[in-house]
């Protein structure tokens, strides 16, 4: 079975500061990995998959397959990112809506 | 498009009550996913349904609760009889070509 792994419930930074958001996976196969976000009082929504190899609002991450990773990273904070952040992982031959949530960051950007 | 509609947003049962949560999928949208977040922990996948069929129940528990997606109207998450632990909060999410999901509010359900 697959897991994904968020170690850090909470992380502070600065507005300007560069920011990581970890993620860890372990699957057998070959994943598909997505970061959702979820801004206060809306609903989750798609940020960005790993196979568009997009930058979306700044943000970027890269799939790691030696290090199971998908960190997602900002090099310059801004306060607007403050959000709860989801990592994903879709598992081969299955659907696009089951997916396997990590337990989920709550990014704060300090002024 | 208003998105992924869930009502109620928050329900309260006692124990052994029935609860009924509906979700109304975008329109042109033919899959709904149901997820529950426990406290502290992340959204767990629990059934996949298309109209009027169950595509995939391998995350829903296998006693109290069901699932349905009529032809017409939204689609229900029942769990009779709730205990306790039933209690968290209940995501849909529709999508119209099962490529890309999208995310209703969540129903918070408080058992007390």
């Known amino acids: 079975a697959q897991r994904v792994t968020q170690p850090e419930k909470l992380l502070s930074v600065f507005k300007g500061a560069p920011v990581e958001l970890k993620c860890n996976y372990s699957?057998?196969?070959?994943?598909?990995l997505f970061w959702y976000v979820q801004y206060s009082r809306q609903r989750l929504q798609l940020l960005l998959r790993h196979i568009s190899r997009e930058s979306i609002k700044g943000f970027t991450a890269d799939l790691n397959k030696g290090e199971t990773s998908f960190h997602l990273k900002k090099p310059f904070a801004q306060e607007e990112d403050s959000a709860m952040y989801y990592c994903a992982l879709k598992a081969g031959g299955t659907s696009y809506g089951k997916l396997t949530f990590g337990q989920g960051t709550i990014l704060t950007v300090h002024p | 498009n208003a998105g992924v509609m869930q009502n109620p947003r928050h329900l309260v049962r006692r124990r052994g009550q029935e609860a009924r949560l509906r979700c109304s999928p975008m329109k042109g949208h033919s899959h709904v996913y149901w997820y529950r977040q426990l406290p502290e922990e992340g959204l767990k996948f629990m059934v996949y349904l298309q109209k009027e069929n169950i595509i995939d129940e391998s995350g829903m528990p296998k006693e109290r609760f069901s699932a349905e997606f009529p032809k017409e109207g939204p689609s229900i998450l029942r769990i009779q009889q709730v205990v306790r632990g039933d209690s968290a909060a209940y995501f849909c999410?529709?999508?119209?070509?099962?490529?890309?999901?999208?995310f209703g509010q969540g129903t918070r359900l408080t058992v007390v």
């Open positions: 999410a529709s999508s119209p070509d099962d490529v890309e999901a999208f």
């Open positions: 699957y057998s196969g070959s994943p598909e």
